[in-house]
T-cell receptor, first 113, second 114 residues
Framework: DAGVIQSPRHEVTEMGQEVTLRCKPISGHDYLFWYRQTMMRGLELLIYFNNNVPIDDSGMPEDRFSAKMPNASFSTLKIQPSEPRDSAVYFC???????????FGAGTRLSVL | AQSVTQPDIHITVSEGASLELRCNYSYGATPYLFWYVQSPGQGLQLLLKYFSGDTLVQGIKGFEAEFKRSQSSFNLRKPSVHWSDAAEYFCAVGAGNAGNMLTFGGGTRLMVKP
């Protein structure tokens, strides 16, 4: 299995631009998680899905952030408009059923100038 | 709600020395407990997990962890550290009634001296 695949690995953009991060979970997994990692705040859960349905989005920082999961094999995290404080590494993870084991992608390093 | 504390932000050990990374959790029932490792520029990789049964669990790369309910702890150990173990280590707790959601500690950065 290829594992969780995230794209792009690096994104540099200017303040005010729209940014879209992509994630392909492991085939057969029914949970998908989006995290943000910064030096100041550590690893934060932004939102998670079960069977493509958003379950808890309380970690989404504000309305500029949105996430979708149109099908079991694809999810996006969008920031519009982006701000310099959004600079971070964004991780996607997936897991199966009640295993509670999350498998992480390699992350997307976002820099907003 | 559950929480996880990793009291040590940084630890430095000499290569070949033993290692113990501390993890304390807060949760009302028996938790699911995990240790993950993150190498620079990489995602998190599962080292080991505890769900139930034997309180001493073995993981990959020679790591082990012991669940101590009375101390609400799940410390990670390795008898002899290798330079390649330098990384950041995260303890996490999962609750059975919260789907597969995990709560992560703040992480401990391990440095290994030659």
């Amino acid at each position: 299995d290829a594992g969780v695949i995230q794209s792009p690995r690096h994104e540099v953009t200017e303040m005010g631009q729209e940014v879209t991060l992509r994630c392909k979970p492991i085939s057969g997994h029914d949970y998908l998680f989006w995290y943000r990692q910064t030096m100041m705040r550590g690893l934060e859960l932004l939102i998670y899905f079960n069977n493509n349905v958003p379950i808890d989005d309380s970690g989404m920082p504000e309305d500029r952030f949105s996430a979708k999961m149109p099908n079991a094999s694809f999810s996006t995290l969008k920031i519009q408009p982006s701000e310099p404080r959004d600079s971070a590494v964004y991780f996607c993870a997936s897991s199966s059923g009640q295993s509670h084991i999350q498998y992480f992608g390699a992350g997307t390093r976002l820099s907003v100038l | 709600a559950q929480s996880v504390t990793q009291p040590d932000i940084h630890i430095t050990v000499s290569e070949g020395a033993s290692l113990e990374l501390r993890c304390n959790y807060s949760y009302g029932a028996t938790p699911y407990l995990f240790w993950y490792v993150q190498s620079p520029g990489q995602g998190l990789q599962l080292l080991l997990k505890y769900f139930s049964g034997d309180t001493l669990v073995q993981g990959i790369k020679g790591f082990e962890a012991e669940f101590k309910r009375s101390q609400s702890s799940f410390n990670l150990r390795k008898p002899s550290v290798h330079w390649s173990d330098a990384a950041e280590y995260f303890c996490a707790v999962g609750a059975g009634n919260a789907g597969n959601m995990l709560t992560f500690g703040g992480g401990t950065r391990l440095m290994v001296k030659p």
